[in-house]
């Protein structure tokens, strides 16, 4: 398993919303239901205590104990809320966390290294892993899209991914 105390973003703090503490959350995870399992997120240089989380317009909208106005919840705008890795849910066979695949390093079914899994994209039929390759003297790294399939990606571990190498540019 990826190292248990690596802290995982779930949401970010986008601001106040009204003038009782609720603030607005951007989230990276499964929506406002999945927030709910956790009790504590770590917010920077302090803890927050969730006491309530709904669904909203691009988000969520969410109450934390130590914060009880406007004021409170605008100073908190751009915070990221984070839980150890050990506190998300176990995996079933053949699930994975984006957490754990970002930064892996990735090899052709031929043996040969490619680079590795820069981003995990979404746009609605699927996860797609963004491998960056190895930079060439004098020029940015090259990147290349590859859907998250047994076909494209036939294996991962915690030490790397494989990616068919017909589907490496």
Same mark, same amino acid.
Request: glycine share 10%; with cysteine; hydrophobic share 45%.
């Given at each position: 398993?990826?190292d248990?105390?690596r802290p995982?973003?779930?949401?970010a703090?986008?601001?106040?919303?009204?003038v009782r503490?609720e603030?607005?959350?951007k989230l990276?995870?499964?929506?406002?239901?999945?927030l709910?399992?956790?009790?504590?997120?770590?917010?920077g240089d *302090?803890?927050l205590?969730?006491k309530?989380v *709904?669904?909203?317009?691009?988000g969520a909208?969410?109450t934390?104990?130590?914060?009880?106005? *406007?004021?409170?919840a605008e100073?908190?705008?751009?915070?990221?809320l984070?839980?150890? *890795?050990?506190a998300?849910?176990?995996?079933?066979?053949?699930?994975?966390y984006?957490?754990?695949?970002?930064?892996?390093?990735?090899v052709s079914?031929?043996g040969?290294?490619i680079?590795h899994?820069?981003?995990?994209?979404?746009f609605?039929a699927?996860?797609?892993l963004e491998i960056e390759k190895?930079?060439?003297p004098?020029?940015?790294?090259?990147r290349f899209?590859v859907?998250?399939?047994?076909?494209?990606?036939p294996?991962?571990?915690?030490?790397?991914v494989t990616?068919?190498a017909?589907f490496?540019e």
């Amino acid at each position: 398993m990826a190292d248990a105390n690596r802290p995982v973003t779930l949401a970010a703090i986008a601001g106040a919303h009204g003038v009782r503490g609720e603030v607005r959350l951007k989230l990276f995870g499964e929506g406002a239901e999945a927030l709910r399992a956790f009790s504590v997120f770590e917010a920077g240089d *302090r803890k927050l205590t969730l006491k309530s989380v *709904r669904p909203a317009n691009q988000g969520a909208v969410a109450t934390f104990a130590e914060v009880t106005d *406007r004021s409170g919840a605008e100073a908190l705008r751009g915070t990221l809320l984070t839980v150890p *890795r050990s506190a998300l849910p176990p995996l079933a066979e053949g699930e994975y966390y984006h957490h754990d695949l970002l930064g892996l390093p990735c090899v052709s079914t031929d043996g040969s290294a490619i680079g590795h899994v820069a981003a995990i994209e979404n746009f609605g039929a699927g996860d797609i892993l963004e491998i960056e390759k190895a930079a060439e003297p004098g020029k940015k790294p090259a990147r290349f899209m590859v859907p998250m399939t047994t076909q494209a990606v036939p294996a991962w571990n915690d030490d790397g991914v494989t990616v068919n190498a017909a589907f490496v540019e």
